[in-house]
């Protein structure tokens, strides 16, 4: 029956990711693998009170059917939020998706043809890279720098991408505190993207799951704020509310929106009613901006306690680098060149410490020297010690590798 | 922008019905067009205890990501919920969904190349239509007659499609209570059936949001239970517990399912844990069947007030007839064939009772004298009248048309 797939479907391989996280999950392992929020930060109390309630005294509304573009009460909710970022829309511009991964598919779907070109920076958040290439998108990888993407390299990958028959269609970015690698653009960057989108007839998908996640700096402003015509807008609750809700939303120019909202009810006509209503009332009744606030002191503690101990614990060898991210969820590390982490990971396992290996975050395959950490789900004492034991690690495959003993 | 679209984006227009169904929502209108759950045979007490308490003292797990192929403990009760019928599933091979439309979007994904033969009944429910047009299927329609699809015409259709370069990759069916017909397939129909996807080396996609809904006469087994390696199961919780949870399942052969956990992580990660968890335990703690039982007799004694009135009240001409559905929530009416009951709307409005227009339901555009009638929504004193109403209609427009009014 396997001869019936269709060609998406035949290419698609189960992400390498999910089998290593596997191995990940053994007791006494300190895991900084996994990204996921941390479960203690979600309002459960008032969560519980909201689903009961919504449940038996709004069961008409909230266990039914709903519009596929979403709760107008939720939607009116969100406006207001994204107009704290100087971002502002009105109702037929934003309709609620089930969480970001979906905004990814829905995007996919309405944009691309197979082979259309989709540029993302090397690094790129992995559900992108799936979503989009489940859509038999030709994906082109443009190296991240400090600041955001290399621009030159981009306008260069453009050029290529059409000569050789791939249709410049959208390019992807993660502009805050990037998964994986911690990375914030800055202004100018953001300003150059749009001349370079707006010069080549491209659409750029700005997501920003962990951009609320700001610790330390000042904000930048959104890659939407500055062009909200050329812009789509993914937003997730699951970093700043809780990530099993699964609720998210998509924002943009009315006609692309309008578009999208087409193949949302294709894909399954509406998200949950009642998961909408409990976060359009959390946001309408409570105050989602003091939660987040509170979030980002909860985090900003541990991904000071990261920090620390990688100069504490971090050989002090050429190299060796890391990010230090102002907010969301991760720190990227990179090790010397002749350094392989996923062969380091069977090392770090025997250590008791666990880390994602960069490679599938790069589209071309590079980035063996480099991993991710994530910083929101082991405590500050997991932190320091873990760090000791990836510190030691290093060590020895750095001393392996300069005898040949790991080759 | 717009000038990005992908080619399915292009092509794909929003539903004509749900334009109709706004204006059927004017009050006093009573509505025969929603299809939708009735709200109050929604457990509300039940599900409102499990989500609070799941969200209090399960939020680690109800409360954060879960795995795409979804929890264990809601598959093994989907697992013997699903040998009730003869169905007998390993865990690997039951997935959970965001209800069966995206169940229907995954096998769109997974099987579907554009211009690949998908073979539905006329006429089909109209989100299978549009998930399979979204991936840019070729849909052939095939008469569907009282006992279920003319099957001589599917083995023409099969070939005729393949000699015109579609690839005929599956058939589509809905075998109980079909929405919008309420027909129900015949034991030789589905021997019949499979017999020729087997013969053809087709997928079967057995859709059964309203098996469980039967009010009389005996059950047939799924097609499934005949032969589980040809054939993919969609379940949904909508019409057996609420609509508005949007959780549903996907069965079938391994390697297939397997296929389509990874076309599922591309598009949504995950369906929230905590309505996962919540179904889970009104599957584990209370007794589903037993909720099920009463909604049939809830749903049964609407049925008869329906088919009463349409006998007390339809005109006795030739060329009108309805199905008698056992079970579901729908019956479908033939009406002479130079009705047009889209014309015959604007009529009905006025009379104020609605109906859904047959021709969405239609692949080929045919079926402009049919309409469907939905039961579970209006009470039995608004069936009478509604139906009292739409007889009314009938009998003017027949009277119409003998004098050409209408033309």
Redesign the interface.
Same mark, same amino acid.
């Not at 009810?265 to 009613?273: E, I, K, R, Y």
């Given at each position: 029956?396997?001869?019936?797939?269709?060609?998406?479907?035949s290419k698609?391989?189960?992400?390498v990711l999910r089998e290593l996280l596997k191995l990940t999950e053994q007791p006494e392992i300190i895991s900084f693998a996994g990204g996921? #929020?941390d #479960?203690d930060t979600?309002p459960?109390?008032i969560?519980?009170?909201l689903?009961?309630?919504e /449940?038996?005294n709004n069961?008409?509304?909230?266990?039914?059917?709903?519009t596929t573009e979403g709760k107008r009460p939720l939607r009116a909710a969100l406006i207001d939020w994204f107009s704290q970022d100087g971002l502002h829309y009105e109702m037929d511009q934003v309709i609620i998706t089930? &969480?970001s +991964? +979906?905004g990814l598919?829905l995007v996919a779907?309405?944009? /691309? $043809?197979p082979g $259309?070109a989709v540029f993302v920076s090397l690094p790129t958040y992995l559900?992108a890279i +799936?979503?989009f290439?489940?859509?038999e998108a030709q994906l082109v990888g443009i190296p991240l720098l400090e600041d955001g993407m290399d621009l030159d390299h981009l306008e260069g990958a453009i050029a290529r991408a059409r000569k050789e028959g791939h249709r410049p269609?959208?390019i992807y970015v993660v502009p805050d505190f990037q998964n994986p690698s911690g990375i914030t653009w800055s202004l100018e960057k953001r300003k150059g993207l749009l001349e370079i989108a707006s010069r080549e007839?491209?659409?750029v998908v700005e997501d920003m799951p962990y951009r609320k996640l700001r610790f330390s700096g000042e904000p930048v402003p959104p890659v939407a704020a500055l062009d909200e015509?050329?812009v789509i807008v993914l937003f997730t609750f699951?970093k700043v509310l809780?990530?099993?809700?699964?609720l998210g939303a998509l924002a943009g #120019?009315k006609?692309?929106v309008e578009?999208v909202?087409?193949?949302k +009810?294709?894909?399954?006509?509406?998200?949950? &009613?009642? /998961?909408q209503r409990i976060a359009a009332r959390f946001m309408l009744e409570h105050d989602l901006s003091a939660h987040v606030r509170k979030l980002c002191e909860h985090y900003r503690l541990k991904r000071d306690a990261m920090l620390q101990a990688l100069e504490r614990y971090m050989p002090k060898a050429e190299g060796i680098s890391w990010t230090r991210p102002e907010g969301g969820l991760f720190l990227w590390v990179r090790l010397p060149e002749q350094v392989d982490t996923e062969r380091m990971l069977k090392r770090a396992l025997e250590h008791k410490v666990a880390y994602v290996i960069g490679t599938p975050f790069f589209v071309d395959g590079s980035g063996k020297n480099t991993l991710r950490l994530c910083f929101s789900e082991a405590t500050r004492e997991e932190i320091e010690e873990g760090i000791r034991r990836l510190g030691k690690v290093v060590e020895e495959e750095l001393a392996g590798l300069s005898t040949g003993q790991s080759l």
């Open positions: 029956m396997s001869s019936l797939f269709a060609r998406r479907a698609a391989r189960r992400s996921l #929020p #479960p979600f459960r109390k969560l519980a009170e689903a009961a309630d /449940i038996l069961y008409k509304k909230s266990l039914q059917y709903t089930s &969480a +991964q +979906q598919d779907k309405t944009f /691309i $043809d $259309d559900g +799936q979503a290439r489940a859509l269609k959208l007839g491209l659409l015509e050329r699951s809780a990530a099993g809700l699964r #120019p006609e692309l578009k909202v087409t193949m +009810q294709a894909t399954d006509l509406c998200t949950s &009613a009642l /998961i």
